[in-house]
């Protein structure tokens, strides 16, 4: 008699996205195969944590004091950066990379240890669950509208309302919609000397020209969103101070970032309906 397959808790090759144990990989990722991502160009492709860990291993780039950027290496899924951000109230990972080892536990601990992590959207779900656990079930963020997106659920995830989240004193998310309902922001006013930072994600995309930012609905497909839509994430920024954006790919706006936030919306607006010179 043959024993039963062996259960694992497959991560999507594409996204990163890991999902519960099961004897065979899903049938498909619902992340990529929505239109915002996309599906692998040779078919959906599978991995584990535990390849993963065999041949990559993150790298920490300082950025600032209390600020830590974490990219794994070669690169995973879509490739973004989680960035650790250190507050005398605790500590929080913004945003998540699929991949989580031993060393990358201890060097966050030497850091001083994780109180909790904030999720900007469903692209960089990826391992949470995994994160969280090291930490000793650290609470995870993620803004209500998001909910459908979470394909490996657990009691650590606190899915929150409303339109901003203080997680610590001096930490706040901010809930801008666009890439999605749910896509957040967090604003760490301690940032930038003490000028206000702000982590993006790819809801406002730090471009290759870093005085500017973009906004899409989908960034690999080519999708724009509409002026509406532009026009309610700015308003969702401006009331809180920041001279520097952080994005999810090394991107970063150092100066007059929310100066950069209102030029490149008027610019997207002006391009999208035709109102350019």
């Known amino acids: 008699m043959k ?3 062996l259960m694992e808790m497959y991560v999507c090759v594409t996204c990163g ?3 519960p144990a099961s004897e065979q990989p899903p049938d498909g990722c619902p992340i990529c195969l929505d239109d915002r991502q996309y599906v692998n160009p ?3 492709q599978w991995t584990t ?6 041949d990559h291993r993150n790298r920490f780039i300082a950025l600032e004091p209390g600020l830590t ?4 290496e070669p690169k995973v899924g879509i490739g973004q950066r989680a960035h650790l951000i250190e507050t005398p109230a605790g500590n929080i990972l913004w945003d998540c990379i699929a991949l989580i080892d031993d060393e990358t536990i201890a060097e966050i601990e030497r850091h001083g240890g994780l109180a909790g992590i904030a999720l900007s959207h469903p692209h960089y779900y990826t391992t949470q669950v995994e994160w969280s656990r090291a930490f000793g079930d650290a609470p ?6 998001d909910r459908q997106w979470v394909m490996r659920p657990d009691p650590a995830i606190r899915f929150w309302d409303g339109e901003e989240l203080e997680l610590l004193p001096g930490l706040t998310m901010i809930r801008c919609g666009g890439h999605f309902p749910g896509a957040s922001v967090l604003h760490w006013p301690a940032g930038a000397e003490g000028r206000g930072a702000l982590f993006s994600g790819d809801t406002i995309q730090v471009v290759a020209d870093p005085r500017w930012v ?7 497909n080519s999708v724009p969103l509409d002026p509406a839509t532009i026009r309610r994430i700015v308003a969702a920024v401006e009331p809180y101070p920041f001279d520097r954006i952080y994005g999810a790919f090394g991107g970063i706006v150092r100066e007059d970032a929310l100066g950069a936030v209102r030029r490149s919306a008027e610019r997207y607006i002006a391009h999208i309906t035709g109102q350019t010179d």
Do not use: K, T
């Not at 944590?49 to 065999?54: K, M, Q, Y």
């Open 49 to 54: 944590l535990e390849a993963l860990r065999g």
């Open 69 to 72: 950027a974490i990219l794994p």
């Open 17 to 19: 996205s890991q999902y």
């Open 42 to 44: 040779n078919g959906q």
């Open 3 to 5: 024993g039963r397959a």
């Open 140 to 145: 995870v963020w993620i803004h209500a509208d």
């Open 214 to 220: 973009s906004f899409m609905y989908s960034y690999p």
